[in-house]
Structure formats: structure tokens, C-alpha cells
């Protein structure tokens, strides 16, 4: 049964950085695209960035510039490096793959979320 498994989250000053870690296992499987989404109380679930297999990656707007997605294709694991946070990034972040079985069909998972809180 494939699991993502998330870590990194907390509590962090106006300014300050923080690295989320996403893993991927169990099952035979090929990573299409991993990212990040998260969600805010009262708001919905946004997209904060999304790496595919090839490399390109996607940003959301306000993270531009300061949110860096990464993976590592042998551990299937992907990071979230954010830095210069801010209180508006106070969220639950999610994890999400996308992958493909060896019938090659696609599904989409999603972790548990971790909480990043930004302190002004």
C-alpha cells in the first residue's frame, strides 16, 4: 500500500526558513510528479509547488522567489525548501504524487499534512 510519509514542519519567526521532506513507499511504482499543496483554516487547499518527472517545476505565485521544490528520483522523495516565511504562510501543507503502477495507471496520493506555522 503506498504511503507518503512528511516531516519538517513547525513553528518559525517572520523571516525564518524551514525544509519539508515528503517519501513515498510501499508498491511497484513510477513517480510522475510530487509536490506541495496547503491549506489555510477557512481557506481552501492551494497549490504551493509541483516538480515533474522531467524536472520542470511550478510555483505559486506568492512563493516565488522564496519556496525551492526539489526531488531525489532514487530516494522518491521530494523537499520543500522555504525560506524568507511569512505569517501568510501559516498552513497545514500537504504532500502529493502522482503515480504510475506497472499496468501504467495513474493515481493520485496525498500525506497527512504538516503544520508550518510562521510567528510575526
Known amino acids: 500500500q503506498v504511503q507518503l510519509v512528511e516531516s519538517g514542519g513547525g513553528l518559525v519567526q517572520d523571516g525564518g526558513s524551514l525544509r519539508l521532506s515528503c517519501t513515498a513507499s510501499?508498491?511497484?511504482?513510477?513517480?510522475?510528479?510530487m509536490g506541495w499543496y496547503r491549506q489555510s483554516p477557512g481557506k481552501q487547499r492551494e497549490l504551493v509547488a509541483i516538480?515533474?518527472?522531467?524536472?520542470?517545476?511550478v510555483y505559486e505565485d506568492s512563493v516565488v522567489g522564496r519556496f525551492t521544490i526539489s526531488r531525489d528520483n532514487n530516494k522518491n522523495t521530494v523537499y520543500l525548501q522555504m525560506n524568507s516565511l511569512k505569517p501568510e504562510d501559516t498552513a497545514v501543507y500537504y504532500c502529493?504524487?502522482?503515480?504510475?503502477?506497472?499496468?501504467?495507471?495513474?493515481?493520485?496520493?496525498w500525506g497527512q499534512g504538516t503544520q508550518v506555522t510562521v510567528s510575526s
Open positions: 502529493t504524487a502522482r503515480l504510475r503502477d506497472i499496468f501504467r495507471q495513474e493515481d493520485d496520493y
Open positions: 516538480i515533474r518527472s522531467g524536472g520542470s517545476t
Open positions: 510501499g508498491g511497484s511504482f513510477i513517480v510522475s510528479s
